[in-house]
C-alpha cells in the first residue's frame, strides 16, 4: 500500500514559526509607511553610467524647492552615492519609536542611503557573510536591505518620495514585487544605439509590473560650446526619439551635457539650485514639474 | 516552511531554538500528538539566507527593530552612524535603575560591533526586564540569544 503524506496547501496549519505572516508583516510595515506618499517617483536605468543618481537628485531637489515635502531613497544599495550628492552629511541617525529619522539634504530633502551607514567615504558595501554561498543570500539580503530603507525610516508624510533604483532592469523587476505601489518610472539612458536593446528591456519590465506612468529621461545628449555657442550632438542627433519609439515610451526630458552637472551634484550642490538657469537644470526642473 | 509528524499527520509545534554563535542554528519542534522531537539544523548559509529574509524560524519573539537586518548585517557600518549605538552608551543601563551588567556581561557587549550595539543592548535589557532579571550575565545573554534567535548577537 503506499503511503500519501498531505502537501503542503492541504496543511491547513500555518505551522508555528508562521513564515508566511512574518513576510506578510513586512509587507504591510511597508504598505502603511507608503500609504503616507503623495506619489512613489523611481528613477531607474537599464545600465550604470547614465547619470541617473544624478537625475534622481536633481528631480528630489527640484521638487523641495518648489515647497514639497520630499524623501529621496537610494536603492542602490552597494553603489550608494543620493547623500552625498544631496549634501546629507553622515552623523549619528536618530532612532525614534517610529524608525530611523532619515538625514537632512538641501532644501530640505529626507535623505536615506547606505552611504549613511559606512564607516568612512571609502568603506565598501560589505555584509558579514558565511564562508561560502554569498550567491545564495546576497541578492536576498539587498533586497530586505531596500525593504528596510523604506519602511523602516520615519519619513512622515511626504508629497513625494523619489527612489533611486540600482542600475539593470532585473533590479526594477525586483522593487516592482517589492513595492505595494509605484507611481511613476523614469528611465533614464544616454540617447546611443547601444541601450536601444537595454532601454526596451526595461520599458518591457515596467510595462508588465503595471507601472502607470513611465518615460524616457536622455542624459547627456547634446554639448553647447562656450565660445561659439553651437550646440553639438554628442550621440545620433535623433538618438534620443529613436530609443522612445522602439520602447515604445514618451520622452520626458532631453537634458544637454554640462560639466556643472556633474561637478555640483558631486559635491552635494544639485544643479537645479546651484545653477537654475543652465540648460540642464532647466531640463530637471521641468522633469521634476511632472512628478509635483 | 511546515513540518508534518507522518505517523499522527499533525503539524509539529516549535519547541525551542538555539544559536550556537559560529552561524548555524537549531530548531526543535515536537508533535503534539505523540511528543515525539526534531531538530531543524542549518549551516551557516542556510541560516544567513533565512535571516537576510527578515524572518525567523520559530516566530517572532520581539518586535523587529529599526533596519534590524543591515545592522546586524553590514560589516563595514560606521560604529556612530545610530545615535543609540553611540559608544559612549554602551556603560549605561539599557533600562536606568531596573537592569545592572555584570562585568563579564558588559566585557561581551563591548565586544559587540559598535554599529549595533545600542540595540543589542536595548533588546538584552527589555528581556531582563521583562523576565523580573536584575542583572545581566553572560549565561543570561545566552539564553537570551537562543531565546530571541539574535543570530551573531
Known amino acids: ?20 505572516a512574518q513576510v506578510g508583516d513586512q509587507g504591510r510595515r511597508l504598505a502603511e509607511r507608503l500609504a503616507q506618499v503623495g506619489r512613489v517617483v523611481a528613477v531607474g536605468s537599464g545600465k550604470g553610467g547614465v547619470g541617473k543618481s544624478a537625475v534622481a537628485a536633481n528631480v528630489a531637489a527640484a521638487l523641495a524647492a518648489r515647497g514639497l515635502r520630499v524623501g529621496a531613497a537610494d536603492g542602490d544599495i552597494h553603489g550608494p552615492s543620493l547623500a552625498r550628492m544631496l ?70 508624510p511626504l508629497d513625494v518620495l523619489v527612489v533611486d533604483l540600482p542600475p539593470g532592469s532585473d533590479k526594477l523587476e525586483r522593487i516592482t514585487g517589492l513595492l505595494p505601489r509605484l507611481d511613476a518610472l523614469a528611465l533614464v539612458t544616454t540617447p546611443s544605439e547601444a541601450a536601444r536593446s537595454v532601454v526596451a528591456r526595461s520599458a518591457r519590465a515596467a510595462r508588465e509590473a503595471g507601472i502607470a506612468e513611465v518615460g524616457l529621461v536622455a542624459n547627456m545628449t547634446a554639448w553647447r560650446c562656450p565660445s561659439c555657442n553651437a550646440e553639438h550632438a554628442l550621440y545620433d542627433a535623433d ?54 | 516552511m511546515k513540518f508534518l509528524c507522518v505517523p499522527c499527520d499533525q503539524v509539529m509545534a516549535f519547541a525551542e531554538r538555539e544559536l550556537p554563535g559560529d552561524g548555524t542554528l537549531t530548531a526543535v519542534f515536537t508533535c503534539p500528538g505523540c511528543g515525539r522531537e526534531m531538530a531543524l539544523l542549518t549551516n551557516p548559509m ?93 549565561q543570561v545573554m545566552d539564553q537570551a540569544r537562543t531565546d530571541l534567535g539574535l543570530e551573531g548577537m
Open chain 1, 1 to 20: 500500500m503506499t503511503r500519501r503524506v498531505r502537501s503542503y496547501h492541504e496543511v491547513a496549519d500555518p505551522g508555528a514559526e508562521d513564515i508566511l
Open chain 1, 87 to 156: 549634501g546629507a552629511e553622515r552623523r549619528p541617525l536618530a532612532v525614534g519609536a517610529d524608525g530611523i529619522e532619515p538625514a537632512a539634504g538641501v532644501a530640505g530633502v529626507f535623505v536615506m542611503s547606505m552611504d549613511l551607514l559606512l564607516e568612512s567615504d571609502d568603506a565598501p558595501v560589505r555584509w558579514r557573510e558565511p564562508a561560502m554561498g554569498g550567491f545564495v543570500w546576497q541578492s536576498t539580503l539587498e533586497t530586505g536591505a531596500l525593504r528596510e530603507l523604506l519602511a523602516d525610516v520615519a519619513w512622515g
Open chain 1, 239 to 292: 538618438g534620443a526619439r529613436a530609443l522612445a519609439e522602439s520602447a515604445g515610451l514618451p520622452i520626458w526630458a532631453e537634458i544637454p551635457f554640462d560639466p556643472r552637472l556633474a561637478a555640483e551634484t558631486d559635491a552635494g550642490r544639485p544643479v537645479v539650485l546651484a545653477e537654475p538657469a543652465s540648460a540642464a537644470a532647466r531640463a530637471l526642473i521641468a522633469l521634476a514639474g511632472r512628478f509635483a
Open chain 2, 46 to 138: 542556510e541560516t544567513r539566507l533565512v535571516s537576510g529574509l527578515g524572518i525567523e524560524i520559530g516566530g517572532r519573539t520581539v518586535p523587529a527593530q529599526p533596519m534590524e537586518l543591515v545592522r546586524s548585517s553590514l560589516a563595514t557600518g560606521g560604529g556612530a552612524a545610530f545615535a543609540d549605538a553611540a559608544p559612549e552608551t554602551a556603560d549605561r543601563p539599557a533600562t536606568p535603575g531596573t537592569v545592572a551588567w555584570s562585568d563579564d556581561a558588559r566585557e561581551r557587549l563591548a565586544n559587540v560591533p559598535a554599529f549595533v550595539r545600542g540595540m543589542v543592548k536595548r533588546i538584552y535589557g527589555e528581556y531582563a526586564v521583562e523576565r523580573g532579571i536584575a542583572e545581566i550575565t553572560p
